[in-house]
């Protein structure tokens, strides 16, 4: 079946503009998750959603970071008057019920943001 | 802090040997951890986990080895092929459905 898809695989903003990201997981997984990969760096956590509700958001760096899952299903992360720091990698993963080796994630391509 | 760290950036070997990536952690509450393996402008793909109820888990030619008390793991692929050349990266959660810290990953390296 289709894999995790996000749109748009690129997107190039100015400074001070906003953005949304978006994710559509596997079918029938309830789990979703946000990643941040910087260059050179490993994922980093942003926010897990379980249905529809953000289970954890430690990870979203300030207030100009919001994500939704209005309907358990697709997911978008929205940026507030982005900064050139935001430029990174924007990665979504689902999963079965939640992540560890019973449910591994699954990760999408990705979308590249970069902030000029 | 960085919880799950690989030191070793990257990693050369030759078709055919051994190759053995190894990862360290420093959260004791740690008690699943995996293994992705990641190709450029793609996002990452499982390969294998283990449970810190275990100290090694097999899936044809990638093991992984877990020493609890020296928060050690590694992964080893024998024969090491071509096709294995990608960044890989150690992860690690506490319980099952919560999100997973990654290392900064080691790039390898398989020489024909």
């Known amino acids: 079946g289709a894999g995790v898809s996000q749109t748009p695989s690129n997107k190039v903003t100015e400074k001070g503009k906003y953005v949304e990201l978006r994710c559509d997981p596997i079918?029938?997984?309830?789990?979703l998750y946000w990643y941040r990969q910087s260059l050179g760096q490993g994922p980093e956590f942003l926010i897990y959603?379980?249905?529809?509700?953000?289970?954890?958001d430690s990870g979203l760096p300030n207030d100009r970071f919001f994500a939704v899952r209005p309907e358990g299903s697709v997911s978008t992360l929205k940026i507030q008057r982005t900064e050139r720091g935001d430029s990174a990698v924007y990665l979504c993963a689902s999963s079965l019920n939640g992540a560890g080796g019973g449910s591994p994630l699954h990760f999408g391509n990705g979308t590249r943001l970069t902030v000029t | 802090d960085q919880q799950v760290k690989q030191n070793s950036p990257s990693l050369s070997v030759q078709e055919g040997r051994i190759s053995i990536l190894n990862c360290d952690y420093t959260n004791s509450m740690f008690d699943y951890f995996l293994w992705y393996k990641k190709y450029p402008a793609e996002g990452p793909t499982f390969l294998i986990s283990i449970s810190s109820i275990k100290d090694k888990n097999e899936d044809g030619r990638f093991t992984v080895f877990l020493n609890k008390s020296a928060k050690h793991l590694s992964l080893h692929i024998v024969p090491s092929q071509p096709g294995d050349s990608a960044v890989y990266f150690c992860?690690?959660?506490?319980?099952?459905?919560?999100?997973?810290?990654f290392g900064t990953g080691t790039l390898l390296a398989v020489q024909p």
């Open positions: 959603f379980q249905g529809t509700g953000a289970a954890d």
């Open positions: 992860a690690a959660s506490v319980g099952l459905a919560n999100k997973l810290i």
């Open positions: 079918s029938g997984h309830t789990a």
